[in-house]
């Protein structure tokens, strides 16, 4: 049970650990990192890892020295490698991986022939059991060592786990084989002993089990091996984003480009990226526009259009012409590294799943020992031969290991939140997972979610006899030197129609437009009171359309020049073109989805109605948003929320299950659960499904591995499963566990599927 933290400052400290071979190990390790004062701690088997949280100022050696203790090694991480190794993770050689690889290939060479002896009478030659012993001895003397090392490790703590059950099994069946070839009968020449699947009774000292120790090690081994690679390759994508990043710069100074390491950017540097090149940290463009490919980073397949002033991303790549890029964030400060921190931290947690079978792997160790033995009493004290009893209490040993049942959830979640960053969806925590389970409801918030939260000239309403044209050109020209919004809007879909016209005599009316001399007309753009000032009065086709436009949530821009009233300009923010879609597949998942606003109704109704959304809550205040989350809840639902928006942090953390726009505000996303790195909505249902996929894939796993351990033990126990396929069998439970955990790394994106 882990110490509570005293109140002020925690150091949180991370630490590898080495030596670990079942859950059962990392369930010792944390409690023993429990028991130091003030620390909470948590071991996780599948990365190898401790996430502790201690007070401040504590000495890490004093917790490594309690991992060495407790018969294991830990080291803190050793720092990043120089961003100019261009060697992959993937390939640089690991000495754990390694050795496993010897040593099965020298159990694979020894043990066949050991096993085909066993298995087949024909092959049994005058000698062969010599011939047996000779090839099984160091396949359970050296290729079986880490086994024996382990598990006389852990007796000097008094502990047990699955090393000792694989290694008392194995020495069992070789020390009663030489006891049968030295002393009993196994060792006369010409003797020879069918293979059978199950116990039968039979001369104990006439019978060798040297296939039985040589085959358990080989498969245990053999699922050791493709359980270490596997576990790599889990990892490879939270490797490949941290690699992701550009290694050099073309930095300026004084107007000259010098290339230099990334690590040696600074924040206000200015620097070029050419065509096809990534950008080396986030920043803003100072000169130039281009498209940025961004899909590594966030799955989006489409180029983003950027110009002076817009921020990009480090590890994207300029797809179109030269950038000059000034640095605003760097190293752990950018976006890619907060990726990266929020996959690891999900790989490296535990969900509620997780706990329950480190618990179980905690004291499963100590109940199948008790077993065997009482397996072995009840055969000799049935009065069945030695040989049988110990042939049962062994094959109890070998199947029960609850390898997989330690990999049931840390390989999911390895290989889920890996894809999800590859795809564009960060999740904060395994027990999120729970949560995407449970949830029926999904709130909308509108700006910036389901809409563009841009606003975009959606309707130009020319007077009787003036050209549409005309009326955006002298009205883009003006707003062109604005910086609000609405003026911006009109100033970029003006521009996209064609060259605008000098402006002269430019003047800002505060709150109610701009005036000024275009291609010698006076002209002035804003409001209707504007206008007014001038003595100028809008028609009634004008004034209706306006009203029209204004009733609808809309924003009516008036337009006037040499004393007339010449048009009105609509602007509003429109709904993002995948909104729609996004909503048909949040129903599609059990999903009730509600639009909250502070917008007017009509203007919410009118948005809910373009996306297929029928509960609609508006005229919400930004701090009563809580309080809707809070009715829903009160009324029996699970809620998830998607956000953007400072306004929305609070109710975001309120919601059962917090979705962040990525593009939102840095509050927002450090309220949510799920971070989706997209500004597009169908990524939400994209996260939801993954999650859900995840969490599935854990509880087959954690089904697989419990229910195979409660029918195998059993089996063994009734003498009805061969020692030998009983160690296949456990083999085999591990590497289906890793394999099913990677099956989700073909999760497809709807997205792709349907754009």
């Known amino acids: 049970m882990s110490t509570a933290l005293p109140p002020g400052p925690v150091d949180r400290i991370e630490l590898e650990i080495g030596g670990m071979t079942c859950a059962s190990c990392a369930m010792r390790i944390e409690k023993k990192l429990n028991k130091v004062e003030g620390v909470t701690a948590s071991v996780n088997y599948a990365t190898e890892k401790a996430r502790i949280e201690a007070p401040a100022g504590i000495d890490p050696a004093e917790l490594i020295a309690v991992v060495e203790k407790t018969g294991y090694t830990a080291a803190l991480p050793a720092p990043p490698e120089p961003e100019t190794s261009n060697v992959d993770e993937d390939e640089k050689p690991d000495p754990e991986l390694i050795s496993l690889r010897q040593r099965l290939v020298g159990s694979i060479v020894l043990s066949v022939p ?35 090392k382990a598990a006389w490790t852990n007796l000097r703590h008094g502990a047990a786990t699955m090393d000792t059950l694989v290694s008392v099994g194995t020495l069992a069946a070789y020390v009663w084989s030489l006891y049968a070839l030295f002393l009993g009968t196994a060792g006369t020449p010409g003797m020879t002993h069918p293979f059978t699947l199950s116990v039968a009774p039979s001369d104990g000292a006439g019978n060798i089990y040297l296939e039985v120790a040589a085959g358990v090690t080989m498969f245990i081994l053999a699922g050791r091996y493709f359980e270490k690679r596997s576990k790599r390759q889990a990892g490879a994508a939270l490797r490949a984003l941290l690699h992701m990043g550009a290694k050099e710069v073309a930095v300026l100074r004084g107007g ?79 976006q890619l590294a907060h990726m990266a921190r929020l996959v690891e931290d999900a790989q490296s947690g535990k969900a509620e799943v997780q706990r329950l079978a480190d618990r179980v792997a905690g004291i499963f160790v100590p109940i199948v ?9 009840f055969w000799l004290g049935s009065g069945f031969p030695n040989s049988a009893a110990f042939t049962a209490a062994v094959a109890v040993l070998i199947i029960a290991c609850p390898c997989a049942l330690g990999l049931a959830t840390p390989t999911a979640l390895l290989v889920g939140t890996g894809r999800g960053a590859q795809m564009g969806v960060l999740i904060k925590g395994p027990e999120i997972l729970e949560s995407t389970r449970r949830a029926d409801t999904i709130v909308l918030d509108k700006t910036g979610t389901v809409t563009s939260g841009k606003m975009t000239l959606v309707e130009v309403v ?29 100033a970029k879909a003006a521009a996209a129609a064609g060259a ?35 003595t100028l009065e809008l028609s009634a086709e004008l004034a209706e359309a306006k009203a029209s436009a204004e009733a609808e949530g809309k924003t009516a821009v008036a337009v006037g020049w ?55 809550i508006a005229e919400v205040m930004p701090a009563d948003k809580v309080e809707q989350v809070a009715r829903l809840q009160a009324e029996g639902r699970v809620v998830a929320m998607v956000g953007d928006g400072v306004n929305d942090a609070a109710a975001l953390a309120k919601a059962d299950l ?11 996303i450090e309220a949510a659960d799920l971070t989706l790195v997209r500004g597009d909505l169908r990524a939400a249902a994209d996260a939801i499904r993954l999650s859900r996929r995840t969490l599935g894939t854990i509880k087959g796993n954690l089904f697989w591995a419990f229910a195979y351990n409660v029918a195998a033990i059993p089996l063994a126990a009734l003498g009805l499963l061969n020692p030998m396929l009983a160690g296949a069998a456990m083999a085999f439970s591990s590497v289906f566990v890793v394999g099913n955990s990677l099956r989700l790394r073909s999760f497809k994106s709807g997205i792709r599927e349907n754009a």
């Open 369 to 377: 020992i008790a077993i065997a033995i009482a397996t072995l009493g």
């Open 256 to 334: 000259v480009e010098t290339r230099i390491p990334v690590a040696q950017l600074a924040v206000g540097d200015e620097f070029v990226v050419r065509p096809g090149e990534k950008i080396a940290t986030d920043g803003v463009i100072v000169t130039g526009t281009s498209a940025v490919d961004a899909s590594m980073l966030t799955g989006e397949s489409v180029p983003v259009e950027v110009g002076v002033g817009d921020a990009v991303t480090g590890a994207t790549v300029n797809a179109g012409g030269r950038l000059v890029v000034r640095a605003t964030a760097i190293g752990g400060d950018t």
């Open 114 to 148: 050991v096993i085909a002896m066993a298995m087949a009478p024909v092959l049994q030659f005058e000698y062969w059991q010599w011939a047996s012993l000779a090839l099984a001895s160091p396949v359970v003397l050296w290729a079986a060592w880490p086994f024996h």
């Open 562 to 616: 040499d004393g007339e009233a010449r048009g009105v300009l609509i602007v509003a923010d429109t709904v993002k073109p995948t909104s729609a879609e996004a909503v048909a597949q949040f129903k599609a998942l059990g999903l009730t989805p509600v639009l909250l606003t502070g917008d007017n109704k009509a203007v919410a109704e009118r948005i809910a109605a373009e996306v297929g959304i029928d509960e609609v």
């Open 500 to 534: 605008l016209p000098e402006v002269e005599d430019f003047k800002n009316i505060e709150g109610k437009g701009v005036q000024g001399v275009v291609d010698g007309h006076l002209a002035v753009v804003g409001r209707e009171s504007l206008l007014a000032d001038w």
């Open 658 to 668: 917090g979705l962040a726009m990525g593009t939102g505000t840095d509050v927002a």
């Open 462 to 490: 020319p007077e009787t006899g003036v050209e549409r044209g005309e009326l955006l050109r002298l009205a883009g020209a003006l707003e062109h030197a604005s910086e609000h919004p609405v003026a911006q809007a009109i």
